[in-house]
């Protein structure tokens, strides 16, 4: 499910919060063993509630940083996998562009020419940037002059 979160740049974060995690679980510890070492005024052994209620505090803290942590990776997760999705969607955009729409582009310019798309501008702009490629400078200015231009 996290393969992802064992990659090198992840590494050093969660060793970041491993150690965050420690320290507060070693500090709630040492709080918890302060509130039942108190004396009190008299010298007679005593529980200290303020201890006590930090010790509890430092643990909670330390809960948070784990819900937290994997609440982020999960969240990174998805954002990585929204990411792909959209990628995917512009490759089959983009491969749908490149087999299909030319025909079907100068098929709709020949049934009206008066009609100018973006679509139609842009297998334009792609013919006559494969023109140019090819060496066809005449070709690929026809209709537009060398600063691009209309005639």
């Known amino acids: 499910?996290?393969?992802?979160?064992?990659?090198?740049?992840?590494?050093?974060w969660h060793l970041f919060c491993a150690a965050l995690v420690v320290v507060m679980v070693v500090a709630g510890i040492w709080q918890w063993s302060v509130a039942f070492d108190s004396v009190d005024a008299n010298g007679e052994p005593s529980l200290n509630v303020r201890n006590l209620v930090y010790a509890l505090q430092w643990w909670v803290f330390a809960a948070f940083g784990v819900w937290f942590w994997f609440r982020f990776l999960r969240d990174q997760r998805?954002?990585?996998?929204?990411?792909?999705?959209?990628?995917?969607?512009?490759?089959?955009?983009?491969?749908?562009d490149l087999s299909g729409s030319a025909s079907?582009?100068?098929?709709?310019?020949?049934?009206?020419?008066?009609?100018?798309?973006?679509?139609?501008?842009?297998?334009?702009?792609?013919?006559?940037?494969?023109?140019?490629?090819?060496?066809?400078?005449s070709a690929a200015s026809g209709e537009f002059g060398m600063e691009g231009k209309r005639q």
């Open 78 to 96: 998805d954002a990585e996998l929204a990411d792909m999705v959209a990628a995917a969607d512009v490759a089959v955009e983009q491969v749908a």
């Open 104 to 137: 079907t582009e100068s098929a709709q310019a020949s049934a009206a020419p008066e009609l100018i798309s973006l679509d139609d501008s842009a297998e334009r702009r792609r013919a006559r940037a494969r023109d140019l490629r090819n060496g066809d400078q």
């Open 1 to 12: 499910m996290f393969r992802y979160a064992l990659s090198r740049r992840w590494i050093p």
